[in-house]
């Protein structure tokens, strides 16, 4: 159930209630792949620097460990040690990422592996039977991410699919749901909505899939290629025609002035790899911009990353100390960025449902996106 608690203009603030907890919206997910977090970082790390949904992924989890292993040891939060709400994505868009091996039809994609290049069906039916084998709390409906730019054509032809697929995902969530052996029978289901930069499909399959009265609503397809002021622009014209009283999920989304904006245009959920895969790389993220401690100019830095910030590495570590593990290629350095950059996400998300209970959401973002301009200079 979805319990909006305020508005500031088109910013919602809202309460997701799910079997496994109650999320408090907006929300950013935090993404483990392969129900882990790249950079050696514990559910127990997760649940001290405020995360609130875990984000895996249906078809590596599939091809590895395999699905029915995770159902047999009793779904995906008792496999990774982790009780508050999960998503799962439905693998369409690894249908997208692996263009080059892969056959669409309507029945659903034949593609390759990526580790062992063994052959793969996945449809809508096979997709949700995955989900629910993972027995996450949200599962995402099957679809296709179209490439970008493709022609009219192309995009009108597929985002019909990915709508007769969508009640096909519905039907067999529904069957799936009623049966005694399922692990989660109250698993969730949201629809995705599609159509590249075409407004005019974007509004109709937006049009067609509220129809449906679904969980929850997904905007897919967008920080593919184009450009911010496009993907803002498709925010603007798809949201409105998405239901209010449903969470709105903006997917692969993305970073923090693309949070803040995004925000201001009614989405509720985001997950992206930008924080994990930059923390990794040593790419830190603070309030004046993103700090690469590569720099030499830390080598003597004995400040922590961001003055003030309570996440466990500035509690303890110096820029200097990180900076010399990261040269060392020694894993703690790789980790303790990670943990910061996941803090910051999940502490900005806390900084927007404050802004937005308080009714100032607009001067908070800008407030906010000059801070993240100066980049890193302070």
Known sequence: MYKLLKKDGRAKRAEFHTVHGVIQTPVFMNVGTVAAIKGAVSTADLEE??????????????????DHIVRQLGGLHKFMSWDRPILTDSG??????????????????????????????????ESMQIQSNLASTIAMAFDECAPHPCTR????????????WLL?????????????DTINRQQMLFGI???????????WHAKEISQLKLDGYAVGGLAVGESHEEMYHILDVTVPFLPEDKPTYLMGVGTPANILEAVDRGVDFFDCVYPTRNGRHGHVYTNYGKLNLF??????????????????????YSRAYIRHLLKAKEMLGMRLCVLHNLYFYNHLMEEIRGAI??????????????????????
């Open 49 to 66: 620097i405020g995360t609130q949904v875990e984000l895996s992924n249906t078809y590596h989890l599939h091809v590895r460990p395999g």
């Open 92 to 125: 369409g868009f690894q249908v997208f990422s692996l263009a080059g091996l892969r056959k669409i039809k309507e029945e659903g994609v034949t593609f390759q592996s990526h580790i062992d290049g063994h052959k793969i069906f996945m449809g809508p039916e």
């Open 153 to 164: 054509e192309y995009m009108q032809n597929s985002v019909e699919r990915t709508t007769r």
């Open 168 to 180: 096909r995902c519905k039907a067999e969530m529904d069957r799936l749901n009623s049966l005694p």
């Open 193 to 203: 909505n599609q159509g590249g930069t075409f407004e005019d499909i974007r509004i």
């Open 295 to 316: 720099n030499a100019k830390y080598e003597l830095d004995d400040r922590p990353i961001e003055e003030g910030c309570q996440c466990p590495t500035c509690r303890r």
């Open 357 to 378: 209970d308080a009714g100032c959401y607009g001067e908070f973002k800008q407030q906010k996106l000059a801070g993240f301009a100066m980049g890193g200079q302070k």
